[in-house]
């Protein structure tokens, strides 16, 4: 069964790093492009940073500006590294699975930036 949890959420001063942690023992890996999102009160839900399906890797880091996605299928983690944190950055994370318009979801860890 599925089972998804978000980690590693709290309170950061601006200019620092968070590293979030996404827990998923009931899913393949391999079967599911990845990603991570955010979403404050009043505003959509907002990607972050994804990792496509059809990157077939047991392990994947990727890297776009001051994120940084990696999972491991062997370990069934997936993390979300943020660096230069911002007040702006402020929000629930949550991490995501998906394949062809199916998506899992964790229920999300706040994250808090503010001095």
């Known amino acids: 069964q599925v089972r998804i949890v978000e980690s590693g959420g709290g309170l950061v001063q601006p200019g620092g790093s968070l590293s979030l942690s996404c827990a998923a023992p009931g899913i393949d890996f391999n079967d599911y492009g990845k990603a991570w999102y955010r979403q404050v009160p009043g505003k959509e839900r907002e990607l972050v940073i994804e990792a496509p399906l059809n990157i077939h890797a047991p392990r994947i880091n990727i890297k776009s500006g001051r994120f940084a996605l990696s999972s491991d299928s062997a370990k069934n983690t997936m993390q979300l590294q943020i660096d230069d944190l911002k007040v702006e950055d402020t929000a629930v994370y949550y991490c995501?699975?998906?394949?062809?318009?199916?998506?899992?979801w964790g229920q999300g860890t706040q994250v808090t930036v503010a001095s």
């Open positions: 995501n699975f998906n394949n062809r318009g199916y998506s899992l």
